[in-house]
């Protein structure tokens, strides 16, 4: 199963990588940081979420999608938000 | 018409190709590295493979500071909680707490969850075993499988690190989840009790071979040199964290009952071999818990009542034997456990008498005195600088509410943060970060009660399926491809 997350992971990074030079699009080191922290928070509650619930205990599966996941899609619209704004900035 | 874009479109499609392939290559490696990253970096501690985040420390020298010099045979019938508790408030008074503990206890059975027919059920039959109990020997064990004396062969001979890896790989064969080691000479032998609960134990020259044994109503050790075989017995970690219910009960007893098969079989073993092994069954002969925080098992908690295994936290219990097979001195381990128990206080927080220290209160070398009786000090070893329980408070709550046993509710166990599944991957990232840093231990302490651990359902039990013996008896297991 965690190889084929890996996997899937892989290529949703790869292809989105592609598309952005396709596009031209320019992403900064700090956006790729952010992003990658974000998408690792992502699995991270994912996993925690499912995993707590095959524990039967559903006040942690919840606790892990407010305390990881909420932070999760915060990183992850910052670093988008940052690299749209720039590639999109009229001068 | 040259087509420069369609080339450069070529050398973008194959830079493309390049990096997927990569990003393949490192998904496809990155799935089996994480895989096997505990494996890669397993330290070896106590003898086998354990997580990266378990650190040996140097022998005699465990996370809770002790002093050697302090350390004196241990008077267990003078600081039995019962018996103190007893001497405090008095035999009427004690008994008429018993009296109204068990009005109490009776008018919730078969009525309160986890009190109904069925929970209690459970409990009579993992308690009772007292038949099979009994069927365990005393003291020496059975003692009928044939020495090697008898079988016409020489005894076993190994070095003391070639026999604790086969003491340990029987004992987990027999039913132990973890074995520590070490020896009972020297400055160890202070381990052993002066007495048991009742009975008193006494070193004497007996003839070779001999394991003493209950003679005159006390305990007769041979006066040579000894080793401790401490071996843990997990609970069944869901049904013990149900409050005060029967299927707690029921797990807390289990672990008495499976000792009664796997004590003998040890003990057998070890005659097989040519060895003595005996323990009493009158428990404690020394401290399990004590063997088990010197030799790599686990370390010292607030609660005092129980000490906390990085891998099965505080829903555990510990046995012991002693043998004359020399065996190896385990080193302790440091996996931050004490340490984090500075700064969380669940356990007291939650226990339901006030009878732990509570967070303002710092570790001490001084037995304090029960606040149920002034003049008598709460058990306790005085050797190491920890955290004293008051088992007389605790004690007597117990008797007046619950009637679960001399040492109490087990509450503080149960709600322990360390008492975690295999489900959720945060537990091992945790317990990883606790081990390196206890910067984040406050906050962590405080997520246990954000993130609900520590109250199962006792009906909802009922309906699960869990493993053989509600144990996951993988977590210790490095081969074979168990432990996934």
């Known amino acids: ?91 | 018409m040259s087509k420069f874009h369609s080339v450069v479109a070529r050398r973008d499609f194959m830079k493309g190709l390049g990096l997927a392939g990569a990003g393949l290559g490192v998904a496809g490696a990155a799935a089996p590295v994480i895989h096997d990253l505990d494996e890669l970096m397993s330290s070896t501690t106590a003898g086998v493979k354990r997580s990266w985040w378990i650190k040996e420390r140097e022998l005699d020298n465990p996370t809770i500071e002790v002093d050697w010099s302090m350390l004196k045979r241990y008077d267990h019938k003078l600081v039995n909680p019962s018996t103190i508790a007893k001497q405090a408030v008095g035999s009427d008074e004690y008994g008429r707490l018993q009296v109204e503990g068990r009005v109490l206890s009776n008018s919730q059975q078969y009525s309160a969850p986890g009190r109904m027919h069925r929970d209690r059920a459970l409990r009579d039959g993992s308690g009772g075993g007292s038949k099979v109990r009994a069927a365990r020997g005393d003291w020496g064990g059975p003692m009928g499988t044939a020495t090697p004396e008898e079988r016409g062969i020489p005894r076993w001979q190994g070095n003391p690190e070639e026999n604790t890896r086969m003491v340990r790989t029987a004992l987990v064969f027999f039913g132990a989840a973890a074995v520590t080691v070490g020896g009972l000479n020297g400055k160890h032998r202070n381990f052993i009790n002066k007495s048991d609960r009742s009975r008193d134990i006494v070193f004497q020259d007996l003839p070779a071979g001999d394991p003493g044994g209950l003679i005159d109503n006390r305990y007769i050790i041979p006066d040579i040199p000894l080793w401790e075989i401490g071996w843990q017995s997990p609970h069944a970690r869901e049904a013990y964290s149900t409050g005060q219910s029967d299927i707690w009960k029921a797990a807390n007893g289990a672990r008495y009952t499976r000792r009664a098969i796997v004590q003998p079989a040890m003990q057998e073993f070890m005659r097989a071999l040519g060895y003595m092994c005996f323990a009493g069954t009158g428990y404690p002969i020394t401290s399990g818990q004590g063997n088990a925080c010197l030799h790599g098992g686990a370390e010292t908690g607030r609660a005092a009542n129980c000490v906390i295994s990085p891998e099965y936290g505080s829903t555990h219990g510990y046995f012991e034997l002693l043998t004359d097979m020399e065996l190896e001195e385990e080193p302790p381990v440091d996996a931050g456990i004490w340490r984090f128990c500075q700064t969380c206080g669940r356990c007291a927080e939650y226990c339901p008498s006030n009878s732990l220290a509570p967070l303002d209160v710092e570790p001490s070398w001084e037995v304090k005195t029960s606040r149920e009786a002034p003049g008598i000090p709460m058990t306790g070893h005085p050797w190491k600088k920890g955290f004293w329980p008051d088992r007389i408070s605790c004690n007597l709550w117990n008797i007046s509410n619950v009637q679960a046993s001399s040492y109490g509710c087990h509450i503080c166990a149960q709600v322990c943060p360390f008492n975690q599944g295999q489900g959720a991957i945060a537990h091992q990232f945790v317990k990883g970060l606790v081990a390196t840093t206890g910067i984040f231990n406050s906050f962590v302490a405080n997520m246990a009660d954000v993130f609900g651990y520590g109250h199962g359902d006792p009906e909802a039990w009922w309906d699960r399926s869990y493993p053989q013996f509600g144990i996951d008896t993988t977590i210790m297991a490095k081969d074979g491809g168990y432990n996934k």
């Open chain 1, 1 to 91: 199963m965690d190889f084929i997350i890996a996997l899937i992971l892989g290529g949703i990074i790869g292809a989105s990588v592609l598309w952005m030079r396709n596009r031209g699009i320019v992403v900064r080191w700090y956006e790729w940081l952010i992003g990658i922290v974000g998408l690792f928070l992502l699995w991270f509650t994912i996993a925690n979420y499912f995993g707590s619930m095959t524990e039967f205990e559903p006040s942690a599966a919840t606790a892990f999608l407010l305390v990881t996941g909420l932070p999760s899609i915060i990183l992850l619209a910052v670093a988008g938000s940052l690299a749209w704004r720039r590639n999109h900035s009229t001068v």
